[in-house]
């Protein structure tokens, strides 16, 4: 997997906008960005993921840079349920690596009423 | 849906007893991951399977580990026998298509400790 760079906390207050930043600046042209979730206590799970274009869904918004060096989930309105380690995971492309998500250490955000 | 079930929940057994840890998958996915969670080492991959077949055990750490597929519904991974470093939080994830096997879902999570 591409190698990812993540703060290792973050805070945000309830209601605001929080915004995850990650650097995969050694990513592959069709490797994508992928960004799950761990709350406490609780499986990771799945938020969303891109290639190049930004995306959004019910949970979060992508942002990728232009070059794809770096990205930057978006929590639009943060509540205290969303407290949790949040993983950026950029997964080999292909073949039997395909499937393998490398989890590192990801950002604890905490979410302050 | 009920998601991906793991069972127990909890376990704690003695050096040198036999684990199995079991899983269900969520209807209709064809692969299936076990991952191991230490606070030392992070989230770990140990092996996934592609249509009950395993397709990469790289991630097993030695020989007392080993998993197994019978059918598409349900997963086993044996821990035989048991070492106090060996406890862990073990998930199960599966997903949903050949497509999309980096978009997992994961279990609850067996918290396992050995004595």
């Known amino acids: 997997d591409a190698k990812t760079t993540q703060p290792p906390s973050m805070d945000c207050a309830e209601g605001r906008a929080a915004n995850l930043p990650c650097n995969h600046s050694t990513i592959s042209g069709n490797e994508y960005v992928y960004w799950y979730r761990q709350i406490h206590s609780q499986g990771p799970q799945y938020i969303i993921h891109g290639l190049k274009n930004n995306e959004t869904n019910e949970m979060a918004s992508l942002i990728i840079t232009e070059d794809r060096k770096s990205s930057t989930l978006i929590l639009p309105h943060a509540t205290l349920r969303d407290t949790a380690v949040y993983y950026c995971?950029?997964?080999?492309?292909?073949?039997?690596?395909?499937?393998?998500?490398?989890f590192g250490q990801g950002t604890i955000l905490t979410v302050h009423p | 849906d009920a998601g991906v079930i793991q069972s127990p929940r909890h376990e704690v057994t003695e050096m040198g007893q036999e684990v199995t840890l079991r899983c269900k998958p969520i209807?209709?996915?064809?692969?299936l991951f076990w991952y191991r969670q230490t606070m030392m080492r992070g989230l770990e991959l140990l092996i996934y399977f592609n249509n009950n077949v395993p397709i990469d055990d790289s991630g097993m750490p030695e020989d007392r580990f080993s998993a197994k597929m019978p059918n598409a519904s349900f997963s086993t991974l044996k821990i035989q026998p048991s070492e106090p470093r060996d406890s862990a939080v073990y998930f199960c994830?599966?997903?949903?298509?050949?497509?999309?096997?980096?978009?997992?879902?994961f279990g609850a999570g067996t918290r396992l400790s050995v004595l």
């Open positions: 209807s209709g996915h064809n692969s």
């Open positions: 994830a599966s997903s949903p298509r050949a497509g999309a096997k980096n978009i997992q879902y």
């Open positions: 995971i950029v997964p080999r492309a292909g073949g039997t690596s395909y499937g393998k998500l490398t």
